[in-house]
């Protein structure tokens, strides 16, 4: 990520009452996700645990609206109506929203937190309990949509929570979203992004084979994508992701230690309600091989690299 260009593009946004709103974890998503939030004219406090982001972020967006940052996520969540989070996993969301720092003790009664983490949904249900306890509320909101969707304010945002901190946050994050949909009670958005996963981790083992299966047997492998890209194998994969892959670049966004840390969640998940996932275990084990390579930061189309 740089910090002294722009690294958000440019959208229309929908009208929606200017709010106060802050945003803490200022990541690969959410940085940009924030910038467009200032660029839709809400007034935005950002956190960022390194305070070097924080401080290029309102570099860039502050002139956007009258934005700054804090020092604690406590003092970010302070007049927010609606406090955005996006860290990295279980542990760090329960540092940032809980204890005398956290957001939770900084926020006004009736304020929502909006939480974008890839986390579990046994956190998120009791991240859910302890605001509710507190007069709060709380909405788990996993994105889809990758480091692109952030930047042109196009993700894809599954939610769970109840319907009145829902109304509240949706038209607010509308600014970063193409949809954003409630998908039941606490825990929902993370089961549904879960699903996602499951979903993108056989279909990549599947097309790192045929794609090695195609070069093995001598075939140009970008017009045979081409041909098959129109047909019954179409795939986000195949369409953005094929002739990278021919290529062996593996530079393009979500990283393999990420999609591990997700099967992580999503095998845990299904030890309790007794799913079985043969296939995408597996994959997991496949992706722990790319890690073993060097890959940890590779994108998750790497997988084809075990093939090679
Ligand atoms: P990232 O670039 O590593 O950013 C993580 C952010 O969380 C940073 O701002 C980091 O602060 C902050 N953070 C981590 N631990 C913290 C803690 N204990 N206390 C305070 N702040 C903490 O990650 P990302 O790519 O933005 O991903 C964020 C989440 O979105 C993850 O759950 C990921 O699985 C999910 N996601 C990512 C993508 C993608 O394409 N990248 C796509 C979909 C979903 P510092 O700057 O101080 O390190």
């Known amino acids: 990520m740089t910090s002294t260009t ?3 593009n440019a959208k229309t946004y929908e009208a929606s009452a200017a709010r106060q709103v802050a ?18 004219g809400h007034q935005v406090t950002v956190y960022n645990r390194t305070a070097a982001k924080s401080i290029a972020w309102c570099a860039e967006f502050a002139g956007a609206s009258a934005s700054k940052h804090a020092l604690t996520p406590r003092l970010a969540a302070h007049q927010a109506d609606v406090v955005f989070c996006c860290v990295g996993n279980d542990d760090d969301l329960a540092q940032v929203t809980l204890g005398a720092d956290g957001a939770f003790a900084g ?9 974008h ?46 319907q009145a901190a829902f109304d509240l946050a949706q ?19 993370q089961l549904a992004k879960m699903v996602n996963q499951i979903c993108i981790a056989g279909l990549v083992q599947g097309l790192s084979e ?11 492998m970008n017009q045979v994508l081409d041909v098959i890209g129109k047909g019954a194998a179409q795939s986000w994969q195949l369409d953005n992701r094929g002739k990278t892959m021919v290529a062996n670049k593996f530079d393009f966004g979500f990283a393999v230690d990420w999609m591990r840390k997700d099967l992580g969640l999503v095998l845990d998940e299904a030890k309790r309600n007794g799913a079985r996932l043969p296939v995408t275990a597996l994959v997991d084990q496949f992706y722990a091989d790319v890690q073993h390579m060097g890959g940890q930061r590779w994108d998750t189309s790497s997988l084809i690299k075990r093939l090679r």
């Open 6 to 8: 722009s690294n958000i």
């Open 23 to 40: 945003f803490v974890g200022l990541g690969v998503m959410g940085y940009p996700m924030a910038g467009h939030l200032a660029r839709a």
């Open 107 to 115: 926020m006004q009664p009736g304020a929502v937190l909006v939480d």
């Open 117 to 162: 983490t890839t986390a579990s949904a046994s956190v998120a249900r009791e991240l859910s309990t302890a605001a509710k306890n507190l007069g709060l509320r709380f909405v788990d909101a996993p994105v889809s949509g990758g480091q692109a969707g952030a930047q042109n304010g196009l993700l894809t945002v599954m939610c769970g929570g109840d």
């Open 171 to 189: 038209p607010v994050a509308m600014a970063f979203s193409r949809a954003f949909t409630l998908l039941g009670e606490s825990g929902a958005g």
């Open 210 to 220: 045929a794609i090695a299966f195609g070069q093995q047997a001598g075939l140009d």
